[in-house]
């Protein structure tokens, strides 16, 4: 399985910061849906019928065990029950 390097941890750590920040921006109404649209699609966030739908990006298509119940978890964690 593919082991993240110092230098993979602090990309992803900085991407999700910045991503963090343009969410936090358009829930305070700094940004607008229109301003806001191409940061959210570049980051897998895609505006479904009912609700927003955040695509999972598993670098080289690998996950330990551990990462998938996390991710199971976090799935039915924030589940609304629309599928």
């Known amino acids: 399985m593919y082991k993240y390097s110092d230098f993979d941890t602090a990309t992803v750590r900085a991407r999700v910061a910045q991503f963090r920040g343009q969410v936090e921006r358009r829930l305070n109404g700094s940004l ?12 897998g ?36 029950g629309y599928g």
């Open 45 to 80: 966030l895609y505006l479904q019928l009912h609700a927003y739908m955040l695509r999972v990006a598993i670098p080289y298509g690998t996950l330990s065990a551990a990462q998938m119940r996390q991710l199971a978890y976090i799935a039915d964690r924030w589940d609304k």
């Open 32 to 43: 607008t849906e229109e301003e806001f649209r191409p940061l959210r699609l570049m980051n």
